[in-house]
C-alpha cells in the first residue's frame, strides 16, 4: 500500500481517497494524476457509496500542485491528453456524488484545484491555500481562474491569483471557501463525520439537489424558465425513486428510513 501513489479505502457509504506521496509534499505527478481519475471513477460507478473524501497523506500537506519535475519531463502533458485518465479528467468530470476535501496543510496550485473541484471543504487550522502559477511562469490551468471567482468575491480571487500569495485557512473561511475548520489532528475525523452526516440522508435526493444547484447557477431564474426547468426536473426524477415514497412512510412510523439509493 505504500508505494501506491493514490489509495483507495471503503468506510461504509463513503470511499476514502488520499494522495499518497508525503516525502513529496503529495505533489501531483502522473501517478497521482491517474490514480485519482480512476479513483473516482470508481466511486462514481460504485451504487453503494454516497460520498467521497479526498485528502492527503501525512500532515505537512493536502496537495502542494504539480510535480515540477514531472511538469519539466513532460509528464503533466502526456496525463492531460483528452480521452485519457489523468487530472484533466479529474477536474473537468462532473460526479454526481458529495465529494468532501480534508484539507489537511498546503492545497497549491494544483492541490487547491483539487479542493476547489470538491463541492465541501473541511480544512486544517494550520492549511494554507494559494495558486502560485504567475511566480513559476505558468497558469492555473486546472479550474482554478475558473472555480475560485465563482467560491468568492471576484477582486479576492483576482488578487490572489495575480500576486499569488498564499490564504490563510481563517481567510478562507471567511470569504467562504472552507466550511469547516478543524484542529490540525482531527481533520479527517471531522470530514468523514460530514460525509455520514450527509450519508444519513436519501442519496437520490442529495444527487439531485447538487445537480440543480450546479446546472442553474449561471441559468435565469426570473427572466426565462430555465432554472425552474432544471429544478422540476429534478424533482420529478426524485419522486420517481423509492426513496421518494420511503421517506414519508418512515416519518408516519417514527422509525429511521431505508434508503436504497433508487
Avoid at 484539507?103 to 494559494?130: H, P, Q, R, T, W
Wanted: charged share 25%; proline share 5%.
Amino acid at each position: 500500500m505504500s508505494g501506491q501513489a493514490v489509495l483507495y479505502e471503503v468506510r461504509g457509504r463513503v470511499a476514502l481517497i488520499t494522495i499518497n506521496r508525503p516525502e513529496a509534499m503529495n505533489a501531483i505527478n502522473m501517478d497521482v494524476g491517474t490514480g485519482l481519475s480512476e479513483a473516482l471513477r470508481k466511486f462514481s460507478a460504485d451504487p453503494e457509496l454516497w460520498a467521497a473524501v479526498m485528502t492527503g497523506a501525512g500532515d505537512k500537506a493536502f496537495s502542494a500542485g504539480a510535480d515540477l519535475k514531472a511538469v519539466a519531463a513532460g509528464e503533466m502533458t502526456r496525463i492531460s491528453e483528452a480521452g485519457k485518465p489523468g487530472i484533466a479528467d479529474l477536474l473537468r468530470r462532473y460526479i454526481d456524488k458529495p465529494v468532501i476535501a480534508a484539507v489537511n496543510g498546503y492545497a497549491l496550485g494544483g492541490g487547491m484545484e483539487i479542493a476547489l473541484s470538491c463541492d465541501l471543504i473541511v480544512a486544517s487550522e494550520k492549511a494554507a491555500f494559494g495558486l502560485p502559477e504567475v511566480r513559476r511562469g505558468l497558469v492555473a490551468a486546472g479550474g482554478g481562474m475558473l472555480r475560485l471567482p465563482r467560491q468568492m468575491p471576484l477582486k479576492t480571487a483576482m488578487y490572489h491569483v495575480l500576486t499569488g500569495e498564499f490564504m490563510s485557512a481563517a481567510d478562507a473561511l471567511h470569504w467562504g471557501l472552507v466550511n469547516q475548520l478543524a484542529p490540525h489532528d482531527q481533520v479527517l475525523e471531522k470530514a468523514m463525520e460530514l460525509a455520514e452526516r450527509i450519508c444519513a440522508n436519501a442519496p437520490v435526493a442529495v444527487r439531485e439537489s447538487k445537480g440543480v444547484m450546479y446546472r442553474s447557477l449561471d441559468a435565469s431564474l426570473y427572466l426565462s424558465d430555465e432554472a425552474w426547468a432544471i429544478s422540476d426536473a429534478a424533482a420529478a426524477r426524485n419522486r420517481s425513486s423509492g426513496d421518494a415514497a420511503e421517506g414519508p412512510r418512515a416519518f408516519a412510523e417514527k422509525r429511521p428510513p431505508d434508503w436504497k439509493g433508487r
